[in-house]
T-cell receptor
Framework: AQSVTQPDIHITVSEGASLELRCNYS??????LFWYVQSPGQGLQLLLK??????LVQGIKGFEAEFKRSQSSFNLRKPSVHWSDAAEYFC???????????FGAGTTVTVRA | GAVVSQHPSRVICKSGTSVKIECRSL??????MFWYRQFPKKSLMLMAT?????????EQGVEKDKFLINHASLTLSTLTVTSAHPEDSSFYIC?????????????FGPGTRLTVL
């Protein structure tokens, strides 16, 4: 069975500073990996996804993520955070046979002025 | 774009009543939709997979008689919480799977907040 671990429950970062959110996955086959962002009381918005090819993927809002098969990781980064980046971030892996998504526990990002 | 709506966005009901939540793909057809439940400060838990024209498949531990799912058309899936109790209070989110190009992406609705008194 696939699983996703997000080791950091809560991260606080200063506005303008860089941000990195960690994600480790467990899946037997080639993973389809995703990062989503959720604002309070809202649904999920896709930031970026990885299927194959270039291991560094660019997403919306200035985010990028790097797939490292050797480390089973898919960490999310942003060079300079904005106050509007304060939200909950979820990493997810999709099972290829039935498209079911497994989500990590999420990381809450707080941005301080 | 690919937009998924949910209705209602928020519902409060009395214990013992049933509540229906709709999930619609507004600008695409979705043969498969998924229903998730999210507790406060928690991750999303997949409840069931809704397939158009067939019975839903439920994840282990999810009561199918409690959470009735119907996927009557390619743009609509409904989740009915039957005989709701306070422990059913939660944030319910649906997603719809869109066929586009080489990959079929899931798009999420904005969620429905259910409060059972």
């Amino acid at each position: 069975a696939q699983s996703v671990t997000q080791p950091d429950i809560h991260i606080t970062v200063s506005e303008g500073a860089s941000l990195e959110l960690r994600c480790n996955y467990s899946y037997g086959a080639t993973p389809y990996l995703f990062w989503y962002v959720q604002s309070p009381g809202q649904g999920l918005q896709l930031l970026l996804k990885y299927f194959s090819g270039d291991t560094l993927v660019q997403g919306i809002k200035g985010f990028e993520a790097e797939f490292k098969r050797s480390q089973s990781s898919f960490n999310l980064r942003k060079p300079s955070v904005h106050w509007s980046d304060a939200a909950e971030y979820f990493c997810a892996v999709e099972r290829s046979n039935d498209y079911k998504l497994s989500f990590g526990a999420g990381t809450t990002v707080t941005v301080r002025a | 774009g690919a937009v998924v709506s949910q209705h209602p966005s928020r519902v409060i009901c009395k214990s013992g009543t049933s509540v229906k939540i709709e999930c619609r793909s507004l600008d695409f057809q979705a043969t498969t939709m998924f229903w998730y439940r999210q507790f406060p400060k928690k991750s999303l838990m997949l409840m069931a997979t809704s397939n158009e024209g067939s019975k839903a498949t439920y994840e282990q531990g999810v009561e199918k008689d409690k959470f009735l799912i119907n996927h009557a058309s390619l743009t609509l899936s409904t989740l009915t919480v039957t005989s709701a109790h306070p422990e059913d209070s939660s944030f319910y989110i649906c997603s719809a799977r869109k066929t586009s190009g080489a990959y079929n992406e899931q798009f999420f609705g904005p969620g429905t907040r259910l409060t059972v008194l």
